[in-house]
């Protein structure tokens, strides 16, 4: 029935913007990054190397 089709295009809306919104928090939250140890960070760090060459 043609009187229906906004509720349903609403309802298809709301559905795939969950979809996605879930989507994306749970691929933001899953990937955990590696810490580094308090030494490894400290040398990890090296301000020679922010010099650049122009």
């Known amino acids: 029935m043609p ?3 906004p509720i349903s ?3 298809l809306f709301i559905l ?3 979809t996605l919104i879930m989507f994306n928090i749970l691929n933001y ?3 955990l990054p590696k810490t580094l140890n308090t030494s490894e960070k400290s ?3 090296n301000t020679s190397s922010l010099n650049w060459k122009w």
């Open 16 to 18: 795939f913007s969950l």
């Open 43 to 45: 040398s990890s760090f």
């Open 3 to 5: 009187q229906m089709a």
């Open 29 to 31: 939250y899953c990937a």
């Open 9 to 11: 295009w609403l309802i």
